[in-house]
């Protein structure tokens, strides 16, 4: 039996886990590509999910997406019950390096 794979972007941000949605800060953000297939529009949100039966609770995997399909996606991985949370994108660069929290 061949089981079928969700597609991935191979853009797929990849970024801290965090335990509350916060921006998601990745650098050269204006290559990011919408996860919908088809879509090429810079995008602007990470949907972070996982698969329960597949991954460890802490494990999350992302997709993006522009602002036509982030509800389109979020339905998707939310009827399956694998949504855990949703992330605005930005890219650190563009902000005022004053601005930015030092850890």
């Known amino acids: 039996m061949r089981l079928n794979r969700l597609p991935t972007s191979a853009n797929e941000a990849?970024?801290?886990l965090v335990s509350e949605p916060a921006p998601l800060r990745v650098p050269g953000s204006a290559d990011l590509v919408?996860?919908?297939r088809g879509c090429r529009a810079h995008a602007?949100?990470?949907l972070r999910w996982n698969n329960p039966t597949l991954h460890t609770p802490e494990r999350r995997k992302t997709w993006l997406a522009c602002?036509?399909?982030r509800q389109h996606l979020?339905?998707?991985l939310t009827l399956r019950g694998?949504?855990?949370e949703t992330q605005p994108v930005?890219?650190?660069s563009?902000?005022?390096p004053d601005a930015i929290p030092q850890a």
């Open 90 to 92: 930005i890219d650190p």
């Open 67 to 69: 602002d036509e399909h």
């Open 94 to 96: 563009s902000l005022d």
């Open 74 to 76: 979020t339905d998707f």
């Open 34 to 36: 919408c996860s919908a």
């Open 44 to 46: 602007v949100w990470a």
């Open 82 to 84: 694998f949504l855990r």
């Open 14 to 16: 990849r970024g801290d």
